[in-house]
């Protein structure tokens, strides 16, 4: 570990800490004091994948620019997936989530809407035209929005009940509107998104975990049990290659298979705020 990482870790902690004393005063303190640690913590997990979007959103727009198709098709999921993993808090960066990953159907005029951007907008002309032509511009702004996003981490506050509820609403997303297909709906590949929202979901559930283990040992048993079942579910659809088979390869049996244990997780994640005292 060199100093300049010692130093931005240190950085993001007390930024966690500072969001963390102005929403304590109407919490009861014990539990209040025990949630700086996990906050903390996952403060941290959420810098460490802003800055690999960086990273990785650097290299798929060169790949736009330079007009490779293939290229820039092939680093489409991957470079989505830090994204989705810190999907539970978009709440908090609201604007920069309509930019980056907002749907055609949120405008009127569908892909032809000159305001529809980000990487569905990208995924369309990729996919759909099979072209980079007039992708450029979205490509510089998805990039100035990954870094927008990435700077704004530091001085972010962290309120608990916005992380724990945001990674049940996620699952509830999931299970609701996700597993239709929806999200990835040129390039099939949902299955890398399904795994990140799971994984940053579990994130802030095993950073939770020491808080109620010892009061609930049941439940903390019943979610882990949940989560270890959705991840041996879905990987049955790892490719060879790495990461997922194409969304279009699971049957209507698969999807209500998985959406059933989506369900059960997101269900279970509903009552954490109310088992930690943040509702
Ligand atoms: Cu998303």
């Known amino acids: 570990m060199n100093f300049k990482k010692t130093l931005a870790a240190s950085v993001v902690i007390a930024g966690a800490f500072a969001g963390y004393s102005a929403q304590a005063q109407d919490q009861a303190p014990d539990i209040s004091l025990e949630l700086v640690a996990p906050l903390s913590e996952y403060k941290i997990f959420?810098?460490?994948?802003?800055?690999e979007l960086v990273k990785d959103t650097q290299a798929f727009v060169a790949a736009i620019k330079e007009g490779n198709v293939e290229e820039a098709k092939s680093l489409?999921?991957?470079t989505r997936t830090s994204y989705e993993a810190i999907e539970p808090i978009a709440e908090l960066f609201s604007d920069l989530d309509v930019s980056i990953d907002a749907r055609a159907d949120d405008y009127e005029k569908g892909e032809a809407d000159p305001a529809?951007?980000?990487?569905?907008?990208?995924?369309?002309?990729?996919?759909?035209?099979n072209?980079?032509?007039?992708?450029?511009?979205y490509a510089d702004q998805l990039m100035?929005?990954?870094k927008d996003l990435n700077d704004r981490i530091n001085n972010?506050?962290?309120?608990?009940?916005?992380?724990?509820?945001?990674?049940?609403?996620?699952?509830?997303?999931?299970?609701?509107t996700k597993i239709s297909g929806e999200e990835d709906?040129?390039?099939?590949?949902?299955?890398?998104?399904f795994e990140a929202n799971f994984h940053g979901s579990e994130k802030i559930f095993d950073l939770l975990t020491p808080l109620i283990a010892e009061s609930d040992p049941e439940f903390v048993e019943t979610v882990s049990g949940n989560f270890a079942d959705v991840d041996e579910t879905l990987a049955k659809y790892e490719a060879p290659e790495g990461g997922y088979v194409s969304y279009v390869e699971l049957s209507d049996s698969d999807r209500n298979v998985l959406s059933a244990k989506v369900n059960?997780?997101?269900?279970?994640l509903s009552t954490l705020r109310g088992k930690l005292g943040l509702n």
């Open 46 to 51: 959420v810098a460490e994948n802003t800055a």
């Open 76 to 78: 489409f999921a991957p």
């Open 116 to 129: 529809f951007t980000g990487f569905h907008r990208i995924e369309y002309g990729l996919w759909e035209e």
């Open 131 to 137: 072209s980079t032509d007039g992708l450029d511009t």
């Open 144 to 146: 100035a929005d990954v």
């Open 156 to 176: 972010l506050t962290f309120p608990p009940e916005v992380v724990v509820g945001g990674a049940a609403a996620l699952m509830e997303e999931v299970a609701a």
């Open 185 to 193: 709906r040129y390039s099939r590949t949902d299955l890398w998104d």
């Open 264 to 268: 059960t997780l997101a269900e279970d």
